[in-house]
C-alpha cells in the first residue's frame, strides 16, 4: 500500500467511522488530466446511495481542508459491491473459500492474472488454488484483487 493511500486513509477513516461505515479501501488512479479518487465503503446493513452522499460530502470538506491531493481528481464514494474489492489481510482472510480474480504488478511464474479459490493466507501472501495448481502470491504483488460472484 502506497504512503499517499495510507495517508488519505489516516485522514478519512474517523469521519467514516464516525458516521457508522467501515472504510473498506480506497484507490487513486492518475490518468492525465482526470485522475480519481475512489473510496469504498460498508456497513452492517450495507449501503445505500443517500449513505454514499453523506460520507462524499464529509469526506470532500476534510480533503479541501487538507488538501493531501495536489492534482484535480474526481471523488467517488461507492459500496464495495458483490465484487468487492480486497485490500487487507484481514480481508483475504476473511474471504477464504470464496472465488478470487487477481491481477499482479509483476509476473509471477510467467503470469500477471490469476482466477482461483482462496484458500489461505500465510504471512504477508495468499493461498490461491487455480486449477488444481496452488500459488502462494506476495500481497506486495498484487495489483488488484476481487471477489467472484456466485449465482
Known amino acids: 500500500m502506497s504512503a499517499k493511500i495510507k495517508q488519505l486513509e ?3 477513516r474517523p469521519a467514516i467511522s464516525a ?9 487513486f488512479r ?4 482526470q485522475s480519481t479518487l475512489r473510496i469504498y465503503i460498508d456497513g452492517p446493513e450495507g449501503v ?19 488538501d493531501p ?6 471523488l467517488e464514494v461507492s459500496s464495495p459491491g458483490m465484487d468487492r474489492p480486497l485490500y487487507t489481510l484481514e480481508q483475504y482472510q476473511a474471504h477464504l473459500g470464496h472465488q478470487l480474480e487477481v491481477r499482479l504488478r509483476v509476473p509471477f ?16 501472501e495468499i493461498l490461491l488454488v487455480v486449477d488444481d495448481h496452488e500459488y502462494l502470491l506476495p500481497l506486495d504483488f ?5 471477489l467472484v460472484p456466485q449465482f
Open 69 to 74: 491531493i495536489a492534482e484535480q481528481y474526481l
Open 10 to 12: 489516516s485522514l478519512i
Open 109 to 124: 511464474e510467467g503470469r500477471r492474472r490469476f482466477k482461483g479459490v482462496l484458500n489461505g493466507v500465510e504471512g504477508d
Open 142 to 146: 498484487i495489483d488488484r484483487a476481487r
Open 19 to 27: 458516521l457508522g461505515f467501515d472504510l473498506w479501501g480506497v484507490e
Open 48 to 66: 445505500t446511495v443517500d449513505d454514499c452522499a453523506r460520507v462524499s460530502h464529509q469526506v470532500s470538506g476534510i480533503l479541501d481542508v487538507e
Open 30 to 33: 492518475s490518468a492525465g488530466k
